[in-house]
Protein backbone atom coordinates (compact mmCIF):
# COMPACT_ATOMS: atom_id res chain seq x y z
CA UNK A 1 0.00 0.00 0.00
CA UNK A 2 1.16 3.66 -0.78
CA UNK A 3 1.62 5.45 2.19
CA UNK A 4 -0.32 8.73 2.60
CA UNK A 5 2.81 11.13 2.30
CA UNK A 6 6.43 11.30 2.54
CA UNK A 7 8.18 14.36 3.88
CA UNK A 8 11.45 15.16 5.10
CA UNK A 9 10.97 15.73 9.01
CA UNK A 10 12.72 16.16 12.12
CA UNK A 11 12.66 14.57 15.68
CA UNK A 12 13.81 15.48 19.06
CA UNK A 13 15.81 12.92 20.36
CA UNK A 14 17.28 12.20 23.75
CA UNK A 15 21.16 11.99 23.51
CA UNK A 16 23.71 10.98 26.24
CA UNK A 17 25.30 14.60 25.85
CA UNK A 18 21.99 16.43 25.66
CA UNK A 19 19.18 16.83 23.08
CA UNK A 20 18.88 17.60 19.48
CA UNK A 21 16.99 17.53 16.46
CA UNK A 22 17.61 14.30 14.04
CA UNK A 23 16.14 14.42 10.18
CA UNK A 24 14.74 11.31 8.64
CA UNK A 25 12.71 10.78 5.63
CA UNK A 26 9.00 10.09 7.02
CA UNK A 27 5.97 7.73 5.17
CA UNK A 28 3.47 8.33 7.00
CA UNK A 29 0.73 4.86 6.56
CA UNK A 30 -2.65 4.62 7.75
CA UNK A 31 -4.34 1.54 8.53
CA UNK A 32 -5.09 -1.08 5.46
CA UNK A 33 -5.53 -5.05 4.90
CA UNK A 34 -1.34 -5.04 4.31
CA UNK A 35 -0.05 -3.10 7.65
CA UNK A 36 -1.01 -1.05 11.04
CA UNK A 37 -1.15 2.69 11.01
CA UNK A 38 2.29 3.83 11.64
CA UNK A 39 5.24 6.13 10.30
CA UNK A 40 8.61 4.91 8.90
CA UNK A 41 11.50 6.74 9.19
CA UNK A 42 14.12 6.47 6.87
CA UNK A 43 17.79 7.78 6.79
CA UNK A 44 18.01 8.36 2.99
CA UNK A 45 16.61 8.13 -0.21
CA UNK A 46 18.40 4.96 -0.80
CA UNK A 47 16.96 3.55 1.83
CA UNK A 48 13.47 4.59 1.25
CA UNK A 49 13.80 3.16 -2.15
CA UNK A 50 14.82 -0.12 -1.00
CA UNK A 51 12.38 0.23 2.05
CA UNK A 52 14.52 -0.49 4.73
CA UNK A 53 13.07 1.72 7.54
CA UNK A 54 15.55 2.89 10.32
CA UNK A 55 12.39 3.12 13.15
CA UNK A 56 8.77 2.56 12.89
CA UNK A 57 6.43 4.20 15.14
CA UNK A 58 2.99 2.81 15.48
CA UNK A 59 0.01 5.12 15.45
CA UNK A 60 -2.30 3.03 16.74
CA UNK A 61 -0.45 3.73 20.29
CA UNK A 62 -1.01 7.75 19.43
CA UNK A 63 -3.84 9.10 21.79
CA UNK A 64 -3.50 12.62 20.96
CA UNK A 65 -1.78 14.70 18.60
CA UNK A 66 -0.83 18.86 19.35
CA UNK A 67 0.59 21.60 17.22
CA UNK A 68 2.63 23.46 19.11
CA UNK A 69 4.37 26.89 18.43
CA UNK A 70 7.24 28.20 20.38
CA UNK A 71 8.81 30.79 18.60
CA UNK A 72 10.19 28.28 16.18
CA UNK A 73 9.86 29.50 12.09
CA UNK A 74 8.13 25.87 12.49
CA UNK A 75 5.23 24.93 15.41
CA UNK A 76 6.22 21.38 16.80
CA UNK A 77 3.62 18.63 16.54
CA UNK A 78 3.25 16.32 19.96
CA UNK A 79 2.38 12.71 19.40
CA UNK A 80 1.35 11.57 23.15
CA UNK A 81 1.46 7.82 23.16
CA UNK A 82 -0.24 5.03 25.54
CA UNK A 83 2.63 4.39 27.81
CA UNK A 84 2.66 8.42 28.44
CA UNK A 85 5.58 8.66 25.87
CA UNK A 86 6.05 11.92 23.95
CA UNK A 87 7.45 12.31 20.31
CA UNK A 88 7.76 15.79 18.94
CA UNK A 89 8.25 16.37 14.97
CA UNK A 90 8.65 19.46 12.75
CA UNK A 91 8.36 19.66 9.29
CA UNK A 92 8.76 22.11 6.81
CA UNK A 93 5.23 20.73 5.32
CA UNK A 94 3.40 21.23 8.56
CA UNK A 95 -0.26 21.45 8.01
CA UNK A 96 0.24 18.73 5.52
CA UNK A 97 2.17 16.49 8.02
CA UNK A 98 -0.80 17.96 10.47
CA UNK A 99 -3.34 16.35 8.37
CA UNK A 100 -1.38 12.97 7.89
CA UNK A 101 -0.87 12.19 10.95
CA UNK A 102 -4.57 12.81 12.49
CA UNK A 103 -6.12 10.99 9.16
CA UNK A 104 -3.84 7.77 10.02
CA UNK A 105 -3.90 7.80 13.93
CA UNK A 106 -7.78 8.48 14.11
CA UNK A 107 -9.51 6.94 10.76
CA UNK A 108 -12.59 6.65 12.59
CA UNK A 109 -12.83 10.57 13.67
CA UNK A 110 -12.39 10.97 9.46
CA UNK A 111 -15.27 8.93 8.65
CA UNK A 112 -18.10 11.70 9.24
CA UNK A 113 -22.03 11.02 8.17
CA UNK A 114 -22.84 12.04 4.74
CA UNK A 115 -23.39 16.10 6.13
CA UNK A 116 -19.99 16.45 7.63
CA UNK A 117 -16.98 16.38 6.67
CA UNK A 118 -13.33 16.34 8.31
CA UNK A 119 -11.42 19.44 7.72
CA UNK A 120 -7.68 21.04 9.11
CA UNK A 121 -8.06 24.54 9.40
CA UNK A 122 -5.38 26.74 8.51
CA UNK A 123 -5.48 30.02 10.49
CA UNK A 124 -5.41 33.00 8.05
CA UNK A 125 -5.40 36.82 7.95
CA UNK A 126 -7.86 37.45 6.72
CA UNK A 127 -10.56 35.62 9.01
CA UNK A 128 -11.78 38.02 11.07
CA UNK A 129 -12.27 35.68 14.38
CA UNK A 130 -8.61 35.54 14.15
CA UNK A 131 -8.95 33.24 17.66
CA UNK A 132 -9.36 29.79 16.38
CA UNK A 133 -6.80 27.70 16.29
CA UNK A 134 -5.48 25.56 13.83
CA UNK A 135 -6.55 21.85 14.24
CA UNK A 136 -9.19 19.39 13.46
CA UNK A 137 -12.69 20.94 12.76
CA UNK A 138 -15.58 19.39 10.28
CA UNK A 139 -17.85 21.73 8.39
CA UNK A 140 -21.48 20.34 8.66
CA UNK A 141 -24.42 21.13 6.52
CA UNK A 142 -28.01 22.09 7.82
CA UNK A 143 -30.91 23.49 6.10
CA UNK A 144 -30.02 26.95 7.49
CA UNK A 145 -26.46 27.02 7.27
CA UNK A 146 -22.77 25.35 7.33
CA UNK A 147 -21.08 25.23 10.20
CA UNK A 148 -17.52 24.92 11.72
CA UNK A 149 -17.41 22.54 14.61
CA UNK A 150 -15.12 21.14 17.15
CA UNK A 151 -15.96 17.91 18.54
CA UNK A 152 -19.54 18.38 19.48
CA UNK A 153 -18.99 22.45 19.63
CA UNK A 154 -20.05 24.65 17.23
CA UNK A 155 -17.34 27.39 16.96
CA UNK A 156 -18.82 29.44 13.77
CA UNK A 157 -21.66 29.41 11.49
CA UNK A 158 -22.11 30.22 8.41
CA UNK A 159 -25.68 31.30 6.33
CA UNK A 160 -25.78 30.48 2.81
CA UNK A 161 -26.51 33.17 1.83
CA UNK A 162 -23.36 35.16 3.23
CA UNK A 163 -20.93 32.82 1.75
CA UNK A 164 -19.69 34.81 -1.36
CA UNK A 165 -17.70 32.63 -3.06
CA UNK A 166 -15.78 29.07 -2.55
CA UNK A 167 -12.50 28.10 -3.56
CA UNK A 168 -10.99 24.53 -4.31
CA UNK A 169 -6.91 23.29 -4.87
CA UNK A 170 -5.08 20.21 -4.13
CA UNK A 171 -6.01 19.43 -0.61
CA UNK A 172 -7.45 23.09 -0.15
CA UNK A 173 -10.72 24.08 0.23
CA UNK A 174 -11.63 27.89 1.12
CA UNK A 175 -14.67 29.69 1.62
CA UNK A 176 -15.12 33.27 1.91
CA UNK A 177 -18.12 34.76 4.05
CA UNK A 178 -19.41 38.01 4.23
CA UNK A 179 -18.52 39.96 7.80
CA UNK A 180 -16.39 36.82 8.24
CA UNK A 181 -13.57 36.57 6.00
CA UNK A 182 -12.02 34.16 4.11
CA UNK A 183 -11.77 30.69 6.34
CA UNK A 184 -9.29 27.99 4.38
CA UNK A 185 -8.59 24.72 5.28
CA UNK A 186 -6.81 21.13 4.41
CA UNK A 187 -9.30 18.49 2.61
CA UNK A 188 -9.19 14.86 1.03
CA UNK A 189 -11.71 15.97 -1.24
CA UNK A 190 -12.42 19.66 -1.72
CA UNK A 191 -14.67 19.29 -5.23
CA UNK A 192 -17.29 17.16 -2.82
CA UNK A 193 -17.85 19.70 -0.32
CA UNK A 194 -18.60 22.29 -3.05
CA UNK A 195 -20.93 19.61 -4.94
CA UNK A 196 -22.33 19.28 -1.80
CA UNK A 197 -22.97 23.14 -0.70
CA UNK A 198 -24.91 23.04 -4.57
CA UNK A 199 -27.52 21.64 -2.95
CA UNK A 200 -27.48 24.92 -1.14
CA UNK A 201 -26.13 27.53 -2.76
CA UNK A 202 -26.71 28.47 -6.73
CA UNK A 203 -23.42 29.03 -8.35
CA UNK A 204 -22.25 31.20 -11.38
CA UNK A 205 -21.56 29.25 -14.62
CA UNK A 206 -18.36 31.32 -14.97
CA UNK A 207 -15.07 30.95 -12.90
CA UNK A 208 -13.04 33.78 -12.37
CA UNK A 209 -10.15 34.00 -10.18
CA UNK A 210 -9.86 35.97 -6.82
CA UNK A 211 -7.10 38.92 -5.96
CA UNK A 212 -6.01 37.77 -2.41
CA UNK A 213 -2.51 36.77 -0.35
CA UNK A 214 -4.09 33.28 0.51
CA UNK A 215 -2.32 30.72 2.49
CA UNK A 216 -3.19 27.64 0.52
CA UNK A 217 -3.06 27.47 -3.68
CA UNK A 218 -6.65 27.40 -5.82
CA UNK A 219 -7.25 27.08 -9.30
CA UNK A 220 -10.80 26.75 -9.10
CA UNK A 221 -13.32 29.92 -7.79
CA UNK A 222 -17.23 29.22 -7.48
CA UNK A 223 -18.83 32.57 -6.77
CA UNK A 224 -22.65 32.73 -5.58
CA UNK A 225 -25.20 33.46 -8.38
CA UNK A 226 -27.49 35.47 -5.90
CA UNK A 227 -25.38 37.92 -5.48
CA UNK A 228 -21.93 38.60 -5.54
CA UNK A 229 -19.47 41.39 -3.94
CA UNK A 230 -18.40 44.13 -5.94
CA UNK A 231 -14.69 43.99 -4.15
CA UNK A 232 -12.68 40.45 -3.89
CA UNK A 233 -10.55 41.92 -1.63
CA UNK A 234 -12.85 43.33 1.04
CA UNK A 235 -14.49 40.43 2.78
CA UNK A 236 -15.61 42.05 5.95
CA UNK A 237 -17.68 45.00 4.74
CA UNK A 238 -18.70 43.80 1.08
CA UNK A 239 -21.22 46.12 -1.14
CA UNK A 240 -23.08 44.08 -3.12
CA UNK A 241 -24.73 44.02 -6.74
CA UNK A 242 -27.40 41.44 -8.26
CA UNK A 243 -25.92 39.95 -11.18
CA UNK A 244 -28.53 40.65 -13.92
CA UNK A 245 -25.62 40.79 -16.74
CA UNK A 246 -24.08 43.46 -15.43
CA UNK A 247 -20.11 41.89 -14.78
CA UNK A 248 -18.58 42.87 -11.65
CA UNK A 249 -14.86 43.21 -10.21
CA UNK A 250 -14.88 39.58 -9.63
CA UNK A 251 -15.27 38.86 -13.45
CA UNK A 252 -13.37 42.10 -14.79
CA UNK A 253 -10.50 40.42 -12.37
CA UNK A 254 -10.37 37.47 -13.93
CA UNK A 255 -6.66 36.33 -15.02
CA UNK A 256 -6.80 35.30 -18.90
CA UNK A 257 -6.20 31.44 -18.37
CA UNK A 258 -9.41 31.68 -17.03
CA UNK A 259 -10.83 33.14 -19.97
CA UNK A 260 -9.65 30.59 -22.08
CA UNK A 261 -12.09 28.23 -20.20
CA UNK A 262 -15.14 26.37 -22.24
CA UNK A 263 -17.80 28.58 -20.73
CA UNK A 264 -21.44 27.83 -22.11
CA UNK A 265 -22.71 31.10 -24.16
CA UNK A 266 -25.38 31.31 -21.28
CA UNK A 267 -22.60 32.34 -18.54
CA UNK A 268 -21.54 35.37 -20.38
CA UNK A 269 -25.17 37.08 -19.36
CA UNK A 270 -26.03 38.44 -22.54
CA UNK A 271 -22.71 40.88 -22.25
CA UNK A 272 -20.82 40.56 -25.28
CA UNK A 273 -17.37 38.38 -25.14
CA UNK A 274 -15.20 41.30 -26.91
CA UNK A 275 -11.57 41.32 -27.73
CA UNK A 276 -10.50 43.74 -24.82
CA UNK A 277 -11.78 41.51 -21.90
CA UNK A 278 -10.02 38.62 -23.50
CA UNK A 279 -6.57 40.12 -23.59
CA UNK A 280 -7.59 41.55 -20.02
CA UNK A 281 -5.00 40.12 -17.75
CA UNK A 282 -4.41 40.58 -13.96
CA UNK A 283 -2.02 38.65 -11.58
CA UNK A 284 -3.71 36.45 -8.77
CA UNK A 285 -1.21 36.22 -5.76
CA UNK A 286 -1.91 32.89 -3.94
CA UNK A 287 0.61 32.16 -1.12
Known sequence: MDPLSVLKIEIWQQKFFGKD?????????????????????????????????????????CIAIKSLRN???????????????????????????MTCLSTAAFPKKWHFSDDEYPVLLVPSTLTTKRNLAEGNY????????????????????FPYHDILWAAAGENSLGIAVENCGLYEFICDQPLL?????R????????????????????????????EIATSGSDLSNSKKKNSNGVRTDFEENADSEWLRLPVPPKALN??????????????????
Open 21 to 61: WKSYIAAIFGESEFGRARIELFTSPKKIKAMEPHRTILLDQ
Open 71 to 97: GEEHPQIRLRMKDDAELRLRCDQHSQL
Open 270 to 287: GVEHNERRIDHSVEVNNH
Open 193 to 197: IIDHM
Open 138 to 157: SLRFSKEDLSLTHGNTQVQH
Open 199 to 226: NYIRFKNSFPAVRLSTKRKYNRFYHQAR
